[in-house]
């Protein structure tokens, strides 16, 4: 009798890092890990040393158990959301996950372009830091999160609000000055629209950002750029970034005026074959998107989080990373061997 023919192993998935972006941040993200992962400790260590005296500050605000008033300004969530994304990506390539794509989402897509060398750390700290001040001349406002799809939105928007981002087909977030986004934020409640302020105090992802960079510019240096070495996904142009854009300085400062297609750019991918994604930042915002999608629930992709979704008890944080590494070997990845 002929042997049983064996049965075609099933491909191994795609492993996706995904990186969040403003609005994830919270009081001790991911500070459980510093002093214990030496990879995390010293990338973050790093990145305090290269704003300065705005570094100490940056480290007090982000290790207190109450975090600064202006903790979701611009001036503290980016620069930190940026480090503690790239010290998160180095902490878990170093111990041996070998990451296929990179994703990220608006400042997450900056961490996810310096992991795949588009530009080094060193770049990336300093253009961040020239960032924060030029979009201190933008007008005050915020984004808007709003649970329906762009087309129900579209009816309720009001002068001087824009889709500043698609995260999901019942998901987006407003953009505008802030005038404006109180207006369509009482116009979406009286039409029974569940709707909340997301953690940001400028009108990121909207035109009037494009007439802040052109008129402060020259604040913004151009450090080299290069293609990437890692397939890169971009919420911007809703597929794998090409080398030609990668390099492009004007496709990076133009991005605060661009809409985030997280959503699409994320089901486009999935699309492709199996993957596994992985949030390597703080919280699960993206690992909660990643779950709505039709790939995740069918069982032909797979999401997890390597932190908890809000700082917890000292140790929540090494436990979460430790569950999740054990998750990922269980998925297909080589075993890893984390630094703590």
């Not at 459980?32 to 400790?41: A, D, R």
């Not at 979460?320 to 080589?334: E, H, S």
């Amino acid at each position: 009798m002929d042997a049983p023919t064996p049965r075609p192993r099933p491909p191994r998935p795609r492993v996706v890092l995904t990186f969040p972006g403003q609005g994830a941040q919270h009081a001790r993200m991911a500070a459980g890990l510093y002093g214990v992962s030496k990879s995390f400790t010293s990338t973050m260590d790093h990145a305090f040393d290269a704003f300065g005296p705005a570094g100490r500050t940056l480290r007090e605000g982000w290790l207190a158990a109450t975090p600064p008033a202006a903790f979701d300004d611009i001036s503290y969530a980016q620069p930190l959301l940026y480090a503690v994304n790239c010290a998160m990506g180095a902490m878990v390539t170093e111990a041996g996950l070998r990451p296929d794509v990179l994703l990220g989402h608006s400042v997450g897509e900056l961490a996810a372009a310096t992991l795949a060398g588009v530009f080094s750390f060193d770049c990336g700290l300093r253009y961040l830091s020239e960032y924060i001040g030029v979009y201190r001349h933008a007008p005050r406002g915020g984004m808007l999160a709003v649970a329906a799809s762009p087309r129900e939105v579209e009816a309720h928007l009001v002068p001087g609000v824009v889709i500043g981002a698609v995260n999901a087909p019942r998901q987006v977030l407003l953009s505008a000055p802030e005038e404006a986004l109180a207006d369509v934020e009482a116009a979406l409640r009286g039409a029974g629209i569940t709707c909340s302020r997301a953690r940001a105090l400028q009108p990121f992802h909207h035109p009037v950002m494009r007439d802040v960079v052109t008129a402060h510019a020259g604040l913004l240096t151009r450090p080299p750029l290069h293609p990437p070495h890692t397939t890169l996904y971009s919420a911007y142009t809703g597929q794998e970034l090409a080398n030609e854009l990668a390099t492009d300085w004007q496709f990076w400062t133009g991005q605060p005026a661009e809409p985030v297609l997280f959503g699409p750019t994320l089901e486009h991918l999935l699309s492709s074959g199996p993957h596994l994604l992985v949030e390597a930042g703080p919280g699960q915002s993206l690992t909660a998107l990643a779950r709505r999608t039709p790939a995740v629930a069918r069982g032909d992709a797979k999401a997890l989080a390597l932190l908890p979704a809000r700082a917890g008890e000292p140790d929540a944080d090494i436990e979460a990373v430790r569950a999740a590494l054990k998750q990922l070997a269980t998925c297909g990845c080589d075993p890893l061997s984390p630094d703590f």
